[in-house]
């Protein structure tokens, strides 16, 4: 799971800029194996986005502060396999791609006399269109440092392909004792909170931007609810037609996935008991939109005596024309209801 900091003002209120900040960021305008932030000011948390276009063979690695010393490992699931590890690395590797895209979200504690651990989920396109169900990678990693702390991050690939124009890395960060100055990198795009009980959750149109990340907690009521996520694009039109493909584990079972659907399935198996959900969403007008989410409910029932579940997961939209500029979430269950107090929030940066 990756997790944020953000402030717990209103729409309606002045957001306390304590949250995280852009540090560094590095575009491609050709196609080269290298992404480099640029040098920033250290900060105690990091968070890392990559997007890359791939051309060719691609495999994404992760090096911090220029280093290409042997003083990295890592600890790697690919679509929910057993566990790979590569111990006095060069960098922190991901698995190969073959063309399309890719996104990774990172999360790093930043000590400077500790080793760097960081936190890594990955989606990748695993080719064109919803008949091919992406590809999800959960990561561990470990810069093994104990002087100094991350200043500087690359995108690194050693296969025979290219990153391709436009892909990039964004560095944010934020102090624990964080002033309350400057801008923060996630601006709030829209929140929505049921007032009473309906078989919808829905944010509403936002601004478009590039990156999104989306909150959302839907209470049952009545027959349960399962919300079945949609997005809907600047002409006001939802999508429900079959332009959805997924991948998704369920409390650790094998993968399951859908390909060619009308919706992603970003829920749990339990209707009756209130979910919760985290997104990350690369929302590029031109290229098939690649989400990463996290699903957790309280389970069977209420209760200690009742472990909660959860399902993470990879999914993608693939229209290329449009941006995501609505977020609705559909209940599957007939008669059921988001009952009031439900509520769904979007974050967002270009």
């Not at 999800?136 to 104990?146: A, D, L, P, S």
């Not at 795009?189 to 309906?198: F, Y």
């Not at 957790?296 to 999914?315: E, F």
């Not at 059921?336 to 979007?346: H, N, R």
Request: net charge negative; hydrophobic share 30%; glycine share 10%.
């Amino acid at each position: 799971m990756v997790w944020e900091r953000l402030g717990s003002a209103s729409v309606t209120s002045s957001v306390p800029n304590t949250s995280w900040k852009e540090l560094g960021r590095g575009t491609l305008s050709s196609g080269a194996d290298t992404i480099n932030s640029g040098t920033f000011t250290a900060k105690d948390n990091i968070m890392i986005l990559q997007y890359n276009i791939n051309s060719g063979s691609v495999r994404t690695g992760l090096r911090l502060n220029a280093d290409t010393g042997n003083n990295y490992a890592h600890r790697r699931s690919v679509n929910g396999a057993t566990d790979a590890t590569n111990v006095n690395h060069n960098r922190i590797v991901a698995d190969t791609d073959v063309d399309g895209s890719d996104f990774t979200v990172s999360n790093f504690t930043n000590v400077s006399a500790q080793e760097k651990l960081g936190i890594l989920n990955r989606v990748h396109q695993s080719g064109s269109g919803a008949g091919n169900a992406p590809d999800r990678e959960e990561m561990i990693g470990k810069w093994v440092n104990t002087s100094s702390q991350i200043t500087s991050v690359q995108s690194y690939n050693a296969e025979t392909g290219d990153f391709d124009t436009g892909s990039e890395i964004v560095v944010l960060g934020y102090d624990n004792d964080e002033a309350d100055s400057g801008t923060n990198f996630w601006q709030e795009l829209a929140s929505v909170t049921r007032t009473d009980n309906g078989s919808t959750l829905e944010s509403g149109n936002f601004a478009t931007k590039k990156y999104l990340m989306v909150e959302a907690c839907t209470i049952p009521a009545n027959n349960g609810f399962k919300g079945r996520l949609e997005f809907g694009h600047s002409n006001g039109t939802m999508d429900t037609g079959s332009n959805y493909a997924d991948r998704y584990e369920h409390d650790g079972g094998s993968d399951s996935t859908n390909a060619s659907h009308q919706y992603i399935y970003a829920y749990t198996n339990h209707d009756d008991n209130i979910q919760h959900l985290k997104m990350f969403i690369v929302n590029k007008s031109d290229k098939e939109k690649l989400v990463l989410w996290w699903a957790s409910s309280g389970g069977s029932s209420t209760g200690a005596g009742n472990a909660p579940q959860r399902r993470n997961g990879v999914a993608k939209w693939t229209n290329t024309s449009n941006q995501i500029t609505n977020i609705r979430l559909n209940n599957q269950v007939a008669g059921g209801d988001a009952a009031s107090g439900s509520f769904i929030k979007v974050y967002g940066a270009d």
